[in-house]
């Protein structure tokens, strides 16, 4: 009880640095390539490892995993587990990393409509 009324009388301030903490720390997690391409195809449909595997190209088992696992531990994934032999594992985007998917590909739309822009400034700018 006497944690409740902390949290309670913390100022809204207080609220928006531990959200500005968490958000640094959850891009620090997912900010690869492989994340990313991982909240793709989940965004698609659900899918078993072996599958994210195949279709994320170039993955190797243990990155793949160590990537599960930061998603999942985010509340990005979840991972559900069937008492088949072999245990079947499946793998889908929670609300939180559909919502995510969102922004990632709104940074694509923002990255294609500004494309030229960008790399004239990069020429500039090295030359």
């Known amino acids: 009880m006497g944690t ?3 949290i309670s009388t913390l ?10 903490s968490l958000a640094r720390e ?5 900010a690869n390539k492989w994340a990313f391409l991982i909240i793709e ?21 243990k990155m793949l995993t160590q990537n599960l696992r930061l998603l999942e531990r985010n509340g ?4 559900t587990v069937y008492p088949t ?3 079947r ?15 990632v590909d709104g940074m694509c739309g923002w990255t294609q409509r500004y494309l030229r822009q960008i790399e004239a400034s990069r ?3 090295d030359a």
Not at 51 to 57: I, N, P, T
Not at 89 to 103: F, P, S
């Open 123 to 125: 020429a500039e700018y």
């Open 26 to 30: 959850i891009f620090s997690d997912i």
């Open 76 to 79: 990005l994934i979840s991972r």
């Open 41 to 61: 195809f989940l965004g698609q449909r659900t899918m078993r490892f072996s599958e994210l595997r195949d279709e994320v190209g170039g993955i190797s088992h």
């Open 85 to 87: 032999v072999p245990p």
């Open 11 to 20: 100022p809204p301030e207080a609220d928006l640095a531990r959200a500005d």
């Open 4 to 6: 409740r009324r902390e």
């Open 89 to 103: 594992v499946e793998y889908t985007l929670t609300e939180a990393g559909d919502a995510l998917r969102g922004v």
